[in-house]
């Protein structure tokens, strides 16, 4: 039994590893990491302070999957994000909770 639960638990892991590393591709892909990082600020947020902004926020994901899709201005700032319309619904859903998870 104690093999199953530890079993278990490694393939948990190793899934949300592999989840992680597929949004973190994702974010590359759609170019997220051209103006942010993770920890420091670039030319947008850290991606960490994004998150901690809205940590407490339960409609956090949905309005920054918005922002991903059509942009945001003045929120941190006078340089405005620009639109990324390549990114479908699904997608941007994907990365707002992708940046969420560094809170």
């Keep these: 039994m104690r ?19 597929a949004s973190e591709d994702l ?9 942010h990082t993770v920890d420091k600020k670039l030319v947008g947020p850290a991606l960490k302070d994004i998150a901690a902004k809205y940590a407490d926020d339960a409609d956090a994901a949905t309005m920054l999957a918005g922002k991903i899709q059509k942009g945001s201005n003045g929120v941190w700032g006078p340089i405005p994000m620009p639109p990324n319309g390549a990114v ?8 707002a909770d992708w940046i969420l998870s560094f809170k």
Excluded at 27 to 35: H, R, V, Y
């Design 3 to 21: 093999a199953i639960w530890i079993g278990m638990i490694a393939a948990s892991a190793l899934f949300l590893v592999g989840t992680a590393q």
């Design 88 to 95: 479908n619904d699904e997608n941007a859903k994907i990365l």
């Design 27 to 35: 974010a590359k892909s759609s170019g997220c990491l051209n103006c």
